[in-house]
């Protein structure tokens, strides 16, 4: 069965630093990837999603992230975080012939001012 | 533009009691999802529907159950619920790429 740790579960950084939020997967072969933000009290909003092809992937609200198979990771990326940012961040996997995701615990981020 | 559409958006029940989460999607998508989310455990999956007529159990299916009657309809209910399952609910469906989340139903158990 496939699984996914996000090691980080607060982060806080200045307004206008960069961000790295780490994504770790287990799944036998390929997965497909995904970053999800949720802002309180709404509900999950789609950053990027990888299925194939090119590993670095753009997303919404200037996000990318980037899939490493030899390290088994999917680390979003920002370089340039805005106070409206804050939010908790989900990664999630998704198996061949299996449609449903798994999700990570979430990393909570705060942008101080 | 609907999506997914969660009701009731928040609830205070009893415990024993049954409750039925509705969930109503209008994009025609053949998969939809239930899944709870608690604090510091992510989203964990429930139940799902692969197909109007068709469920099934996910990470965390015990004390809930779900039907598919039609494409666009996915309730989930709770038959007697206990506090354990204080939790926000959220119903999603699937493009076949993309998961979509409807806003979630904080559900408390008291």
């Known amino acids: 069965a496939q699984s996914v740790t996000q090691p980080d579960i607060h982060i806080t950084v200045s307004e206008g630093a960069s961000l790295e939020l780490r994504c770790n997967y287990s799944y036998g072969a390929t997965p497909y990837l995904f970053w999800y933000v949720q802002s309180p009290g709404q509900g999950l909003q789609l950053l990027l999603k990888y299925f194939s092809g090119d590993t670095l992937v753009q997303g919404i609200k200037g996000f990318e992230a980037e899939f490493k198979r030899s390290q088994s990771s999917f680390n979003l990326r920002k370089p340039s975080v805005h106070w409206s940012d804050a939010a908790e961040y989900f990664c999630a996997v998704g198996a061949t012939g299996r449609r449903a995701l798994t999700f990570g615990s979430g990393t909570r981020l705060q942008v101080q001012p | 533009i609907a999506g997914i559409t969660q009701a009731p958006t928040s609830q205070i029940l009893a415990a024993g009691r049954r409750m039925t989460l509705r969930c109503t999607q209008d994009?025609?998508?053949?998969?939809m999802y239930w899944y709870r989310q608690d604090l510091g455990l992510g989203l964990r999956l429930i139940h799902y529907?692969?197909?109007?007529?068709?469920?099934g159990k996910g990470e965390v299916p015990d004390g809930y159950s779900v039907s598919r009657a039609n494409t666009d309809d996915f309730p989930l209910t709770l038959a007697s619920a206990v506090p354990s399952q204080t939790s926000v609910y959220f119903c999603a469906s699937d493009s076949g790429n993309t998961i979509y989340f409807g806003e979630g139903s904080w559900l408390t158990v008291v």
């Open positions: 529907s692969n197909t109007a007529g068709t469920t």
């Open positions: 994009m025609r998508h053949n998969a």
